[in-house]
């Protein structure tokens, strides 16, 4: 089965340092998406690219979240300087344009900063 | 903007007893609705969708069904089983680039 990669897995950081996060999504999927999971906001579009152009990023602090897509094979999203209100897990979904084929996800980042 | 609204929150059933988890999406553009299930640990995987064209889906012990009218559509699980113990999210698309998620129902099925 294809897979959406997402690494690393855990990642825990002290406040104020810089966190990068990786994705690798479906070879021949033209769209990826940024989420944000957290227990009290569910899941949180944070941005998405289509054709590597990056197409709304509404939902990032703009401040301390960026979001990259150098290349088809691989989605970056960093944050910097992290915060411990940055706690979550991030995952990385991939599809179709248009979306009406639905999205695979990968299993997610799990970030803890203290 | 869209929005999607997901009942319950949690759910508890018997196994062996049927599950319904209803939305409601307020965008009336919106024609496209996946569900996904979560299961600890994971990402969501799709489990079944429907289109805007289309009232009832079915896929052996799921089913979605789609209101256009009422602008809601729901979920629903026979014979449920522990292992579909797990968060279940609903989600309206309306054809550009955004997927809307409900927030979410937790259910647990119990042996």
């Known amino acids: 089965d294809a897979r959406v990669t997402q690494t690393p897995r855990h990642k825990v950081t002290e406040m104020g340092q810089e966190v990068t996060m990786r994705c690798q999504p479906i070879l021949g999927h033209n769209t990826v998406f940024w989420y944000r999971q957290t227990m009290m906001q569910g899941l949180e579009l944070l941005a998405y690219f289509r054709n590597r152009a990056p197409l709304d990023d509404s939902g990032m602090p703009k401040d301390r979240f960026s979001a990259e897509m150098p290349d088809a094979t691989l989605a970056t999203l960093k944050i910097q300087p992290s915060e411990p209100r940055d706690s979550a897990v991030y995952f990385c979904?991939?599809?179709?344009?248009?979306?009406?084929?639905?999205?695979?996800f990968g299993s997610g980042t799990r970030l803890t900063v203290v | 903007g869209e929005n999607v609204e997901q009942h319950p929150s949690t759910l508890s059933v018997q196994e062996g007893d049927s599950a319904v988890i209803k939305c409601t999406y307020s965008?009336?553009?919106?024609?496209?609705f996946p569900w996904y299930k979560q299961e600890l640990g994971k990402g969501p995987q799709l489990i079944i969708d429907?289109?805007?064209?289309?009232g009832e889906k079915k896929d052996q012990r799921i089913a979605v069904t789609l209101n256009k009218t009422a602008k809601h559509f729901s979920l629903h699980i026979t014979e449920t089983q522990p292992e579909d113990s797990a968060v279940y999210f609903c989600?309206?698309?309306?054809?550009?680039?955004?997927?809307?998620f409900g927030a979410g129902t937790r259910l647990f099925v119990k042996a």
């Open positions: 979904a991939s599809g179709f344009t248009g979306g009406n084929y639905g999205y695979t």
């Open positions: 965008d009336s553009a919106s024609n496209y």
């Open positions: 429907i289109r805007s064209n289309v």
């Open positions: 989600a309206a698309h309306t054809g550009g680039f955004k997927t809307i």
